[in-house]
């Protein structure tokens, strides 16, 4: 091997391959549309480069922000650094929206709308993909995920809250919309975490059940998963005939708001969509015990329900809390469709921004939606983390 | 006393144990031992319940186990089995305690138990109650599983294979350790094995199971001396008898006056170990002391003629 061969080999073994691949991907999104401008929400707008968003010293702190995070991204060791570096590539990316928006809206017309575009939108993931990449290897106690999870949300919300961001167009969307945006998160909420809760009520009875009786389980999974394979909008629709027939005929079901349309069909079939994962995840959790131990459990004098209690729960906890983090970001996601049946929630602005052709109105629909399901899989997470059965050090 | 009468268990066509009688005294290990599929262990799960008998009764000190529910007749029979089967959940102090929890001891209690139980098992209380069972040896872990069948004082000890996850030296330790705590608490022990070596070295008796049925039930030195059928002189295993025979007796049975040159040995040691310290040193005689007084000794003459006896 030649001497430059030998050095290029150090060099390389000096570099994460992720980090790498981050770098590229990040200075090949520097060169493409950051924001766009429009003339208005309707029609389509003119993308705007990095360089052209404000005066070059107004950009340059961004750049040079973004850039630094992407080089120091490249080390293989200092996870705490590539960590700080990824966040300063996040406050570089703020700073730029920042700057560029009202310099954008200053020389355009009444009904201009800024937006960010592709180039934004690629460095807001690969910056996170950098941070996940750091955080996984810095593996932080359940604690420390918690408080870096509440920082993150606190940090954004103070952002939104200052009206730095004002200026972008989703935000004007959501200026003329706000209450109606904030009763949708009501009703978003109410559909992922009531459908989640009635899911809970039945399937985990159930998935008992079918745990101690092995007839049940042969005959009701399979019945389970045949509903998880329906499409998910045939499934919203099948509820409205079912719904209205049983609104119409049954005396005071109206009364309960059951009807074809609106929140009650939509709950159903998110109900539907959870059994599954919770049954299962609940027999997988209670079959998980080691069999020496339910031997040593009945032969001490348990009765069934204690073995239940203190020996079969316990342990399958983590599974069975895995299912209802699967039910969790699964109903958050597919709770948009509701949108489309009158059921409300985030979907309904996806859907009105679908027929009026404005992207950013499908992303005020969209994004908390995306935000709301990562926020509910790393609580869940922690969640699993804390309820697992012995000290990590002991596994 | 553990009496077993007549007890059947059939799967279908198969007889699993057929018509065994046996009666264990209180204060002794009996040792059941049989090839896999003997019935053995159904036998053994019979006594506390696990199953249920097709026909006949156990008395337990005269009543019969049908009379009380099963999840309290095994409250007071404790239950030891092959790879202990801790709960790994909780700390070496509520696996211990798990019995004396369901039976509604109060908590300073438990602990008293837990620590005593810890100590008779060598293991220091402070440092042990605290830490989960991933978090012990082999041998630990194992220790802790009969002390969870010891902690509520039970009538009976059942152990089904409680040391055939062990490496041999631990083994050998743990045997010996059961020994010592069966002799110091006098409690009644019935374990199953598969290993004619423990049942000689463990039992006071040991009965020998063969296709569901009791082939002999007899003390280890008759079962060595006279094995009733040809399967039980198998496991016997034919070569070793003589030594297996003179490891069951004590120097003390042939102590005699005089004195012999080499290391003494104490008078509870056994034959067998006098005779390799003879062969191998090639000595005729081993001294013996009694107490740790010098007393006598024994010769290699006397433990041949005594092997000779062949009782």
Known sequence: MTAAGRSAGRVARGISP???LFAVLGLAALLVPFMTIAANRIVAGEGVMVWRLATPAAALPGVACIVAALLVGLRTHGQPLRLAGAILGLAGLLWLLVQGAPALLADAGDYARVSPAIGFWCLLVILMLLMADALAQMTPGPLARTGLLSAVLGA????LWSGALSPLSILQE???????????????????????AVAGAIGFPLGILCHRRSGLRASLLPVLSLLQTIPSLAMFGLMIPILGWVGDSVPGAQALGIAGIGFAPAFLALVLYSLLPVVGNTVAGLAATPPAALDAARGMGMTPGQRLLRVELPLGLPVILTGLRIVLVQNIGLAVIAGLIGGGGFGTFVF?????TATDLILLGALPTVALALCAAIVMDILVDLTRPTPKEAA | MIEIDRITKTYGDSTAVDGVTMTA?????????????????TLLRMINRLEEPSSGEVRINGESTRATKPHLLRRRIGYAIQGHGLFPHHTVGRNIGAVP?????????????VDELLSLFSMEPDAFRDRYPAELSGGQQQRVGVARALASRPDLLLMDEPFGALDPIIRARAQDDLRRIQRRLGSTILLVTHDMEEAIRLGDRVAVMDGGRLVQHATPAEIIAQPATPLVADMV???ERPLRLLSLIPLSELLEEGTAPGEAMPAEASLRDALAACLWSGRSAVPVTVDGVPSGRVTFEAIRARAELHA
Request: proline content about 1%; cysteine-free; glycine content about 16%.
């Open chain 2, 25 to 41: 005294e209180t204060g002794t290990i009996t040792v059941i031992v049989g090839t896999s599929g003997s019935g053995k262990t």
């Open chain 1, 18 to 20: 992720p980090g790498a």
């Open chain 1, 352 to 356: 009105q921004g679908l027929n009026q």
């Open chain 2, 101 to 113: 929890q369901l039976m509604g001891w109060k908590k300073d209690r438990i602990r008293a138990r």
């Open chain 1, 174 to 196: 959501h200026a003329g919309r706000s209450g109606a945006f904030a009763d949708a998160a009501l009703r978003h909420l109410a559909l992922a975490f009531g459908s989640l």
């Open chain 1, 156 to 159: 954004l919300a103070l952002i």
């Open chain 2, 237 to 239: 295993g034919d070569v």
